[in-house]
Protein backbone atom coordinates (compact mmCIF):
# COMPACT_ATOMS: atom_id res chain seq x y z
CA UNK A 1 0.00 0.00 0.00
CA UNK A 2 1.20 3.34 -0.82
CA UNK A 3 1.36 5.61 1.45
CA UNK A 4 1.29 9.81 1.83
CA UNK A 5 5.19 10.81 1.04
CA UNK A 6 6.90 13.03 3.90
CA UNK A 7 7.18 15.43 0.81
CA UNK A 8 3.50 16.28 -0.02
CA UNK A 9 3.25 16.44 4.01
CA UNK A 10 5.89 19.02 4.47
CA UNK A 11 5.13 21.27 1.04
CA UNK A 12 1.55 21.38 2.44
CA UNK A 13 2.65 22.48 5.98
CA UNK A 14 5.21 24.63 4.55
CA UNK A 15 2.74 26.60 2.00
CA UNK A 16 -0.76 26.30 4.03
CA UNK A 17 1.41 26.95 7.21
CA UNK A 18 -1.43 26.62 10.48
CA UNK A 19 -3.01 29.85 10.54
CA UNK A 20 -4.23 31.07 13.96
CA UNK A 21 -6.47 33.70 13.34
CA UNK A 22 -6.95 35.56 15.59
CA UNK A 23 -3.50 36.24 17.30
CA UNK A 24 -4.98 36.94 20.72
CA UNK A 25 -5.65 32.93 21.15
CA UNK A 26 -2.32 31.54 18.99
CA UNK A 27 -3.01 28.18 20.33
CA UNK A 28 -5.53 27.52 18.11
CA UNK A 29 -6.76 27.97 14.63
CA UNK A 30 -10.13 30.04 13.58
CA UNK A 31 -12.07 29.46 10.15
CA UNK A 32 -10.57 32.31 7.81
CA UNK A 33 -11.03 33.06 4.06
CA UNK A 34 -8.08 31.71 1.73
CA UNK A 35 -6.77 34.05 -1.04
CA UNK A 36 -8.93 32.22 -3.66
CA UNK A 37 -12.06 32.64 -1.10
CA UNK A 38 -12.68 29.47 0.50
CA UNK A 39 -13.84 29.17 4.30
CA UNK A 40 -10.79 27.40 5.59
CA UNK A 41 -9.07 26.22 9.13
CA UNK A 42 -6.05 24.97 10.32
CA UNK A 43 -3.47 23.50 7.04
CA UNK A 44 -5.87 25.02 4.20
CA UNK A 45 -8.73 22.21 5.70
CA UNK A 46 -11.73 23.33 4.12
CA UNK A 47 -14.86 24.16 5.98
CA UNK A 48 -18.11 25.83 7.53
CA UNK A 49 -17.49 29.41 8.62
CA UNK A 50 -19.03 28.65 11.95
CA UNK A 51 -16.38 25.33 12.53
CA UNK A 52 -14.94 25.77 16.35
CA UNK A 53 -11.46 26.76 16.66
CA UNK A 54 -8.92 23.84 16.47
CA UNK A 55 -5.51 22.80 18.24
CA UNK A 56 -2.25 22.10 15.83
CA UNK A 57 -2.95 18.64 17.20
CA UNK A 58 -6.59 18.97 15.31
CA UNK A 59 -5.24 20.54 12.50
CA UNK A 60 -2.87 17.92 11.57
CA UNK A 61 -5.02 15.19 12.21
CA UNK A 62 -7.50 17.03 9.61
CA UNK A 63 -4.84 17.47 7.26
CA UNK A 64 -3.49 13.84 7.48
CA UNK A 65 -7.21 13.01 6.05
CA UNK A 66 -6.90 15.44 3.79
CA UNK A 67 -3.94 13.88 2.20
CA UNK A 68 -5.01 10.09 2.16
CA UNK A 69 -7.83 11.47 0.27
CA UNK A 70 -5.62 13.59 -2.16
CA UNK A 71 -3.13 10.61 -2.50
CA UNK A 72 -6.16 8.53 -3.68
CA UNK A 73 -6.98 11.02 -6.04
CA UNK A 74 -4.10 11.24 -7.78
CA UNK A 75 -3.18 7.72 -8.12
CA UNK A 76 -6.84 7.27 -9.81
CA UNK A 77 -5.99 10.05 -12.29
CA UNK A 78 -2.28 9.22 -12.47
CA UNK A 79 -1.61 5.28 -11.83
CA UNK A 80 1.45 5.82 -13.40
CA UNK A 81 2.84 7.69 -10.02
CA UNK A 82 2.37 4.48 -8.06
CA UNK A 83 6.05 3.04 -10.09
CA UNK A 84 7.27 6.83 -10.29
CA UNK A 85 10.00 8.23 -8.10
CA UNK A 86 8.36 9.29 -5.01
CA UNK A 87 9.35 12.57 -5.44
CA UNK A 88 6.76 12.48 -8.54
CA UNK A 89 3.88 11.61 -6.58
CA UNK A 90 4.29 13.75 -4.26
CA UNK A 91 4.43 16.79 -5.62
CA UNK A 92 1.47 15.81 -7.40
CA UNK A 93 -0.60 14.89 -4.18
CA UNK A 94 0.41 18.37 -2.70
CA UNK A 95 -1.00 19.63 -6.47
CA UNK A 96 -4.06 17.73 -5.81
CA UNK A 97 -4.29 18.65 -1.88
CA UNK A 98 -4.22 22.59 -2.85
CA UNK A 99 -6.22 22.77 -6.03
CA UNK A 100 -8.60 19.78 -5.59
CA UNK A 101 -9.13 16.10 -7.02
CA UNK A 102 -11.53 17.81 -9.78
CA UNK A 103 -8.62 20.18 -11.37
CA UNK A 104 -6.41 17.10 -11.36
CA UNK A 105 -8.89 15.15 -13.25
CA UNK A 106 -9.72 17.66 -15.77
CA UNK A 107 -6.19 18.71 -16.48
CA UNK A 108 -3.39 18.88 -19.67
CA UNK A 109 -1.60 17.84 -16.59
CA UNK A 110 -2.75 15.11 -16.11
CA UNK A 111 -2.53 13.66 -19.59
CA UNK A 112 1.37 14.33 -19.61
CA UNK A 113 1.87 12.57 -16.31
CA UNK A 114 0.01 9.39 -17.78
CA UNK A 115 1.85 9.74 -21.11
CA UNK A 116 5.13 10.19 -18.43
CA UNK A 117 5.82 13.45 -20.61
CA UNK A 118 7.53 14.61 -17.72
CA UNK A 119 8.99 17.92 -19.50
CA UNK A 120 5.49 18.65 -20.88
CA UNK A 121 4.09 18.00 -17.09
CA UNK A 122 6.48 20.23 -15.35
CA UNK A 123 5.09 23.02 -17.94
CA UNK A 124 1.49 22.23 -17.03
CA UNK A 125 2.39 22.36 -13.46
CA UNK A 126 3.52 26.04 -13.74
CA UNK A 127 0.13 27.27 -15.54
CA UNK A 128 -1.48 26.66 -11.97
CA UNK A 129 -0.54 30.00 -10.41
CA UNK A 130 -3.92 31.81 -10.47
CA UNK A 131 -6.46 32.01 -7.53
CA UNK A 132 -9.69 34.24 -8.12
CA UNK A 133 -8.86 35.02 -11.28
CA UNK A 134 -5.36 36.37 -10.14
CA UNK A 135 -1.42 35.16 -9.98
CA UNK A 136 -1.11 34.77 -6.57
CA UNK A 137 2.85 34.81 -5.78
CA UNK A 138 2.21 31.78 -2.78
CA UNK A 139 0.81 29.71 -5.82
CA UNK A 140 3.94 30.64 -8.02
CA UNK A 141 6.19 30.04 -4.95
CA UNK A 142 4.20 26.85 -4.31
CA UNK A 143 4.75 25.54 -8.18
CA UNK A 144 8.00 25.90 -7.97
CA UNK A 145 9.10 23.87 -4.67
CA UNK A 146 6.34 21.16 -6.61
CA UNK A 147 8.88 21.43 -9.48
CA UNK A 148 12.04 20.78 -7.78
CA UNK A 149 10.36 17.32 -6.06
CA UNK A 150 9.19 16.50 -9.18
CA UNK A 151 11.84 16.52 -11.67
CA UNK A 152 14.06 15.01 -9.13
CA UNK A 153 15.23 11.05 -10.46
Not at 3 to 22: C, S
Not at 36 to 42: D, F, L, Q
Request: hydrophobic fraction near 40%.
Amino acid sequence: MITVPQAAIDLAKRFEGFHRVPKNDPGRAYPYVCPAGYWTIGYGHLCDPKHPPITMEEGDTYLARDLIVALEATLRYCPVLATEPEGRLAAIVDFTFNLGAGRLQTSTLRRRINHRDWVGAAAELRRWIYGGGKVLPGLVLRREAELRIFLRN
